[in-house]
């Protein structure tokens, strides 16, 4: 641990699980290669990075790059004590045909999680997610297979907690209030950014039900960065259109958007933790640094150019339902 970093970082309470998270948490998901390529050596420093500077909290799945991203923190972590962080991976997409890419049931949820648990190097993960739930064929199999499942691996020791994930918040909470199954998470992402905050109104929500809120993607999954978004991001022409405008002016002020769009998502109240994508020590140095200055003067100013010029305008106009599983 570098002990100054440490005390900078902020913690708090992941709803009722008990979890004492970092508000800045690592998304692992970089290391599938879906954005850039990523070798072996950038993704096992940039975890050793932010574990060192207080990071406590890693987010994958078996679905980033078909177990590629396991393979790599198990790397990452070897020689690293289990308890000075939280591991969330998560059961229910997988590979990239599209055929093979969703299996909720029982049997696979059961082997998939085998062979991510081989993979990472570990007897247990902290948190065990549904991922993507909304891409099931019906919410049946989620409530009568796949959460009963994930429980029985609860209950063997395997795993401590229950989430849930997934693009449309409303699909999150049905099959929350539905649930038999105790779920203690849950996961938006891409929805309280620059172009896109509509997750604030399910804070209170989550809050009354002491459901710890997981926000991801702060960039916007490389929407709200300098190169661009990835081919495959399901943002409409307009959204996209209005991240490279605001990219081409803060290029011409001479100011990061992703310190402002980082700025931005965390300081919003009420957001236990925001996942942020990381596959770089450089990265995790801005995002740390990010996390710790205010913006200045300037970029306040760009801030509220950006936003009240591009961003605002195409604010209902963000993907909506679905993403597109390509
Ligand atoms: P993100 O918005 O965090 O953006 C990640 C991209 O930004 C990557 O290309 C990364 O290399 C780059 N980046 C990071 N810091 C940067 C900086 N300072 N400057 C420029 N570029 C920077 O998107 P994400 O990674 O998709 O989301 C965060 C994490 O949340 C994922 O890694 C994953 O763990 C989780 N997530 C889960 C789900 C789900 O469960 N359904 C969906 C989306 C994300």
């Given at each position: 641990h570098d002990d100054e970093a440490v005390r900078k970082m902020k913690y708090s309470n992941l709803?009722?699980?008990g979890m004492q998270v970092s508000v800045l948490g690592f998304g692992a998901s970089p290391f599938s290669g879906g954005y850039h390529p990523v070798s072996e050596e950038d993704a096992i420093s940039s975890v050793r990075k932010a574990l060192t500077n207080g990071i406590n909290y890693i987010d994958t799945a078996p679905w980033y790059g078909d177990g590629k991203s396991e393979e790599m923190l198990g790397k990452a972590l070897k020689d690293i004590p289990r308890e000075s962080y939280y591991m969330a991976t998560k059961v229910g997409r997988y590979k990239p045909e599209v055929d093979k890419m969703f299996d909720f049931s029982a049997a696979k949820v059961l082997s998939g999680f085998e062979e991510s648990l081989q993979k990472l190097g570990l007897?247990?993960?902290?948190l065990i997610q549904v991922h993507d739930?909304?891409?099931?064929?019906?919410p049946e199999i989620i409530l009568n297979e796949t959460l009963p499942a994930v429980q029985t691996l609860v209950d063997a020791g395997k795993a401590k907690y229950i989430g849930i994930t997934g693009y449309p918040v409303d699909e999150l909470k049905n099959i929350y209030e539905r649930s038999t199954v105790k779920i203690d998470t849950i996961l938006s992402y891409s929805r309280l950014t620059l172009s896109d905050s509509s997750l604030l109104g399910h804070v209170d929500f989550m809050k009354k039900n002491g459901v710890g809120l997981i926000n991801a993607s702060p960039l916007s999954m490389g929407l709200?960065?300098?190169?661009?978004?990835?081919?495959?991001?399901?943002?409409?022409e307009e959204v996209r259109e209005a991240a490279a405008k605001a990219s081409l002016y803060c290029q011409k002020e001479g100011v990061d958007l992703p310190k402002i769009a980082l700025n931005f998502t965390l300081s919003?109240?009420?957001?236990p933790i925001t996942l942020m994508g990381m596959s770089s020590v450089s990265e995790v140095d801005r995002n740390l640094a990010a996390l710790e200055q205010d913006l200045t003067e300037k970029e306040r100013e760009v801030k509220e150019f950006i936003l009240t010029n591009y961003f605002d305008p195409v604010k209902?106009?963000?993907?909506?339902g679905r993403e597109v599983a390509k």
């Open positions: 709803g009722n699980t007897s247990y993960v902290d739930l909304e891409f099931a064929p019906n709200l960065t300098h190169y661009g978004p990835p081919k495959w991001h399901p943002a409409s919003q109240k009420d957001i209902e106009k963000s993907w909506e």
